[in-house]
């Protein structure tokens, strides 16, 4: 009875809260009758995918300049074969992706998690893949922010998708942000920063993985959590990401 009345009460509040304090579109803004996303953003996020260079494999639009540019030669390891993102750091991506990792919003990695999902199915490269695996962080990031947005996405990416879930890196170097540095700094800061736990050695070994992460700037976090998993004889990794920043 109690719980009734108190789910009464929830259901009761929230539609005041709803009436008073109309939701809004998390990707534009705009005034919604209930949910997290219009239906504009909705059909943006799982219909729109960002195309795929194809001297580096980093994401990109068909009529813009490779950010692979921007290197020297030889800095960047291709330790990933192909990375495919959602869409660029813009909107709905920028609204979506703050409101999820810094703002508690854990339901809209349900549906940034399904848009990867059909981004990796719709690949014929990365849906031959065996494993989808989250980009870790630290324990204290992960006390700090409550829980892991690369996990939930990656969690819902293998439901929608069917590709098994291996959450089978950790972080053991907590670095501070890394959003003011350039490539090469980058690389530095997160040099050795993971380590594969060793419940999972066999596992990956020989077989195609798929590396998740939110947003990808310089490639640097994805090169080295590709690079721990290559040193632990994994085979082809691929990456899925939501967005693609610029540097
Ligand atoms: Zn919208
Ligand atoms: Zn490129």
Redesign the pocket.
């Known amino acids: 009875m109690l719980n009734s009345v108190g789910a009464y009460l929830k259901f009761f509040s929230s539609a005041i809260l709803d009436f008073v304090f109309p939701p809004r579109c998390f990707g534009c803004d705009k005034e919604i009758d209930k949910g997290l996303i219009c239906d504009k953003c909705l059909t943006q996020v799982t219909t729109g995918a960002l195309g795929t260079?194809p001297?580096?494999?980093?994401p990109?639009s068909d009529n813009e300049e490779?950010?692979?540019?921007l290197f020297l030669s030889g800095v960047r390891p291709h330790t990933l074969a192909r990375i495919r993102a959602l869409g660029k750091y813009a909107p709905p991506y920028f609204g979506l992706i703050h409101n999820f990792k810094y703002q508690q919003k854990k339901k809209i990695g349900k549906i940034l998690g399904l848009a990867l999902a059909n981004l990796v199915n719709s690949d014929p490269v990365l849906s031959r893949a065996r494993y989808i695996i989250p980009i870790p962080l630290h324990p204290a990031r992960l006390r700090e922010r409550g829980y892991n947005q690369s996990l939930i996405l990656a969690q819902e990416a293998s439901f929608c998708s069917g590709i098994t879930l291996l959450d089978c890196l950790k972080r053991i170097k907590y670095t501070k942000s890394q959003t003011q540095l350039d490539y090469q700094h980058r690389m530095k800061n997160i040099r050795d920063a993971y380590k594969l736990k060793s419940e999972y050695t066999g596992l990956i070994k020989d077989s195609r993985v798929i590396l998740i992460d939110d947003v990808i700037t310089t490639g640097a976090t994805l090169s080295e959590a590709a690079k721990t998993l290559k040193e632990n004889g994994a085979g082809d990794i691929y990456g899925a990401v939501v967005t693609a920043a610029q540097v």
């Open positions: 260079c001297v580096c494999g980093l990109k490779c950010i692979h540019q």
